[in-house]
Every structure is written in structure tokens, then in C-alpha cells.
Nanobody, 125 residues
Framework: QVQLVESGGGSVQTGGSLRLSCVAS????????MGWFRRAPGKEREGVAR????????FYADSVKERFTISQDNAKNTLYLQMNSLKPEDTAMYYC??????????????????WGQGTQVTVSS
């Protein structure tokens, strides 16, 4: 089991920045992939970024490339999402996720099955 707790969401104006954090606990040694997802009102959940925990390979959705950066601090068991140049269309609940053998969500080559509770990001124009 892996437990994930996000923080760092908030309200910003267009062009602003936020950094989301996700602290992992439990069977963290088993993680191969970590990721960030988001769900905007009335829309389905979508993948935002993915990081492989051992190789450090990253993948980004086209909509956030060049603006968002996913990273990790292994010593702190923490995943980050640095979000710059935020736009109103980035408004959503953001979720941290970890891979799980029988997880139901495939994204960027990883199978995700552990989820945090989410943190809200609101970008106003």
C-alpha cells in the first residue's frame, strides 16, 4: 500500500506560478512511476505529467509542456509539480498518483492505482 498526500494548491492569476507537493508513505520502495493528473469541472481526469522514479524519465501532456516540471526528492519521498505561466484552463483538482500492479489507469507507459485526495488549483483571468 502507498499513501499519497498532496498540498500546494491555491488561487492565482493568469501567468502566476504554484508548486504542488505530494508526500508518499507506505510501500514507497515498490514505486516505479509517479504522476500528476487533473480533473476540471465537467471534464474527465487527464494525465498531466509522469516521472519514472529510478530513471528519472519524464513525460508531459502537450498542454503543459514548457510550463510544468515534474520532479522528485527521494530523501523526502516527495513528488513535485512546478507550474509556471498558469492559464485559466489549468483550473482543476490536481491528483498525485503512484503505479500499482493492478491499477486501472494507464498513462505514459505506467499503470497507476494509488491516488491522493487532490488539491485544488484555480487560475483567474
Amino acid at each position: 500500500q502507498v499513501q499519497l498526500v498532496e498540498s500546494g494548491g491555491g488561487s492565482v492569476q493568469t501567468g502566476g506560478s504554484l508548486r504542488l507537493s505530494c508526500v508518499a508513505s507506505g510501500a514507497t520502495y515498490s514505486r516505479s512511476c509517479m504522476g500528476w493528473f487533473r480533473r476540471a469541472p465537467g471534464k474527465e481526469r487527464e494525465g498531466v505529467a509522469r516521472l519514472t522514479t529510478r530513471g528519472g524519465s519524464t513525460f508531459y501532456a502537450d498542454s503543459v509542456k514548457e510550463r510544468f516540471t515534474i520532479s522528485q526528492d527521494n530523501a523526502k519521498n516527495t513528488l513535485y509539480l512546478q507550474m509556471n505561466s498558469l492559464k485559466p484552463e489549468d483550473t482543476a483538482m490536481y491528483y498525485c498518483a503512484s503505479d500499482e500492479q493492478f491499477g486501472g489507469t494507464w498513462y505514459a507507459g505506467c499503470r497507476f492505482g494509488y491516488w491522493g485526495q487532490g488539491t485544488q488549483v484555480t487560475v483567474s483571468s
